[in-house]
């Protein structure tokens, strides 16, 4: 399928990326300290580089498991109505679960999530997004721990897509459509 031509801008450094998930991971830790049953829950696909990266600075016993809910398609815009593609392959009632999201955006896919989530009754269940774009949201939620809030652009990277494409940069970058 043919895109716009864009470029992309750097907006936070793979660097920047690693030193804030050690910081993440540390707090994570400490939350969850002394747990045997923690469940990692990774939303594909975009959390995927995320999660390899968050999973290897945590010094706790972890299973990973994944979730895919249907998201932008190839465009830009959100769809509002969110879908489950794959759903996970373990049970997590009475487990700790922690919910592993690239971006909150309007809200709608991890509200969405969280619902279906819990209704499986975890013991507890807390949530982690890469990035949060704060101004753009139409639910009222809000991830435990965030990395970092950016504004209103569309990013790609470190497991993000436009259109399935760009995932494998080792940065943060936003897209300029020229
Ligand atoms: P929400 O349901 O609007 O919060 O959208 C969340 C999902 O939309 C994220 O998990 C991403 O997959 C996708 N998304 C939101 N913003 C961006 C972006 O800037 N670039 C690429 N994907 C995005
Ligand atoms: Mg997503």
Redesign the pocket.
């Known amino acids: 399928m043919s895109q716009p031509a864009y470029v992309i801008d750097q907006m936070i450094s793979a660097k920047s990326i690693a030193a804030r998930i050690e910081d993440l991971a540390a707090e994570i830790q400490t939350h969850f300290k002394g747990t045997n049953k923690l469940v990692i829950v990774g ?1 594909l ?3 995927f580089v995320f999660i390899a990266d968050l999973v290897r600075e945590l010094d706790l016993p972890v299973e990973v498991d994944f979730l895919e ?1 249907s ?2 398609g190839d465009s ?1 815009e ?1 769809s ?1 109505e ?1 879908r489950i593609l794959k759903d996970l392959r373990g049970e997590i009632g009475g487990r700790d679960v922690l919910v592993v ?12 999530v969280i619902k279906l989530l819990q209704a499986r009754e975890p013991a507890r269940m807390e949530t982690v997004a890469l ?1 949060d ?1 704060p101004s ?4 009222e939620i809000k991830a435990t721990w965030t990395g970092f809030e950016i504004p209103d ?4 990277g470190y497991g ?3 259109a399935q494409r760009n995932r494998n940069l080792p940065f943060i970058g ?2 300029r459509f020229t």
């Open positions: 939303l696909r975009g959390s809910a998201s932008y830009t959100s509002r969110v999201e690239d971006i909150v955006d309007t809200g709608f896919t991890l509200s969405h990035l774009k753009r949201r139409e639910v652009e569309f990013v790609v993000i897509d436009y936003k897209v």
